[in-house]
């Protein structure tokens, strides 16, 4: 098997700088606080323990100087790495979220390091059954020598998102102990909820007060993803009639069966995530609810045009119509709610955002892969409320899941990635 060198070899210019990474220390400690977001929550946060980490957070920027951090109401980390030149240079946000998702357990996580990397399976001490096998995670054959960390089988490992957190943490760790190095102002954003679709409800634009920024929550090493899926929701709610079942010949209609055919009306072979890839949308069911006389199914549908996701939706609609026609005396309401758009409209007018941060990457010894996320980030939204805002890898893998993992070696070269933007952008202003 051809397997690339083991860790990549840096350019001069960057070898140049010794970064004594910080960047382990603090993802360990990261990720036993547990900070899952719950979306049936109506608060905001949707987790009061989000915030453990958040203080945590303005506690070690402070610890290094960072004199204006600070923990708002809502659950938000702010904090400025001052400028330390005399040129007029562009202020870059670097945004992270604290939160980790409700699909597997945060609680309890116990991270372990896996040092240099065999090649092998890794089996998880808790439950023998949770095993990193390099057939089911390819990314795995590149990252021999390295050294890996993984949840111990029960929880997720939280590296979605707070690898990112903590690689920001370490390069803002890099500045404050190297003032000789020189950059424009740096805005830190920490956020709540991005895992439930909420993560900038309440962002401050004008407290945050940048001109651009790179949310760093991306998976494979040199990712540079400056396209997201476009984003709606439909709620279907349906009103049947409910009668007796021992006297409902010919009167009942189900709001539970209507919905239960809305579903298997849906194509099999296309239009859902189990069978698309690359480009293509999906319209995704992902709950029904109910009973007899009423009952909701709740989409999610996604495309990177939002032509063709007016068109999903007419297509769901129609679907809708089809089965409503067998029951001639319910209802049913559909109701489509924008949730966010493709960051690409933004930040294809700030062409330059995305190329500093290729030749970041280059100047830290990694080959940038420009890639489209299926899904989207706190960037989608950041964009079109005026802050351009493409997404950089943070090493993180099989995220949501109890075999999620992160490259210790990824994690570092994401911090070199970071300094380089920031020292990219003030020798070119």
């Known amino acids: 098997m051809n397997l690339p060198p083991k860790f990549p070899k840096l350019p001069a210019k960057m070898m140049s700088l010794t970064i004594n990474h910080t960047v382990l220390d603090r993802f360990l400690r990261y990720v036993q606080i547990d900070t899952q977001s719950d979306p049936a929550s109506t608060t905001f946060p949707s987790t009061e323990k989000q915030k453990n980490l958040s203080r945590l957070l303005v506690e070690e920027l402070k610890a290094m100087g960072i004199a204006d951090a600070h923990l708002d109401e809502h659950g938000y980390v702010y904090a400025t790495l001052p400028a330390n030149t005399d040129k007029q240079v562009p202020t870059i946000c670097f945004c992270s979220h604290v939160d980790t998702s409700p699909d597997c357990s945060g609680e309890g996580v116990k991270p372990l390091v896996h040092k240099d990397y065999d090649g092998g399976v890794l089996t998880l001490p808790d439950d023998p059954a949770v095993q990193l096998n390099p057939e089911d995670h390819p990314e795995l054959k590149h990252k021999i020598g390295h050294d890996i960390v993984t949840a111990s089988g029960t929880t997720l490992l939280g590296a979605d998102n707070k690898a990112g957190v903590a690689e920001i943490m370490d390069a803002v760790h890099f500045f404050t102990q190297n003032p000789e190095v020189k950059h424009g102002a740096v805005r830190i954003l920490f956020t709540p909820d991005e895992e439930i679709g909420r993560g900038v409800d309440h962002v401050d634009m004008e407290k945050l007060n940048a001109d651009f920024g790179y949310t760093v929550d991306g998976e494979r090493l040199g990712s540079l993803e400056d396209e997201t899926f476009s984003a709606d929701?439909?709620?279907?709610?349906?009103?049947?009639?409910?009668?007796?079942?021992?006297?409902?010949?010919?009167?009942?209609?189900?709001?539970?069966?209507?919905?239960?055919?809305?579903?298997?009306?849906?194509?099999?072979?296309?239009?859902?995530?189990?069978?698309?890839?690359?480009?293509?949308?999906?319209?995704?069911?992902?709950?029904?609810?109910?009973?007899?006389?009423?009952?909701?199914?709740?989409?999610?549908?996604?495309?990177?045009?939002?032509?063709?996701?007016?068109?999903?939706?007419?297509?769901l609609k129609g679907y809708l119509d089809q089965v409503m026609q067998h029951y001639p005396h319910s209802k049913a309401e559909f109701v489509v709610k924008e949730q966010y758009r493709n960051m690409k409209q933004m930040i294809q007018k700030r062409p330059e955002i995305v190329e500093y941060a290729g030749e970041a990457m280059r100047r830290a010894g990694l080959e940038p892969q420009k890639r489209s996320i299926r899904g989207g980030t706190d960037g989608s939204r950041l964009s079109f409320m005026g802050l351009p805002c493409p997404n950089i890898f943070a090493g993180e893998y099989a995220f949501h899941s109890k075999e999620e993992w992160s490259s210790v070696q990824d994690m570092e070269a994401a911090v070199r990635t970071i300094v380089e933007i920031v020292r990219l952008w003030e020798e070119r202003s």
């Open 233 to 315: 929701a439909v709620t279907v709610n349906i009103t049947g009639v409910s009668i007796h079942p021992g006297f409902a010949k010919g009167k009942l209609e189900s709001a539970l069966k209507i919905a239960a055919d809305l579903v298997a009306a849906l194509p099999k072979d296309r239009l859902s995530p189990e069978t698309t890839e690359g480009k293509e949308g999906f319209v995704h069911p992902v709950s029904i609810s109910g009973g007899a006389e009423s009952a909701q199914v709740q989409f999610i549908i996604r495309d990177f045009e939002d032509e063709k996701l007016a068109a999903h939706e007419a297509e």
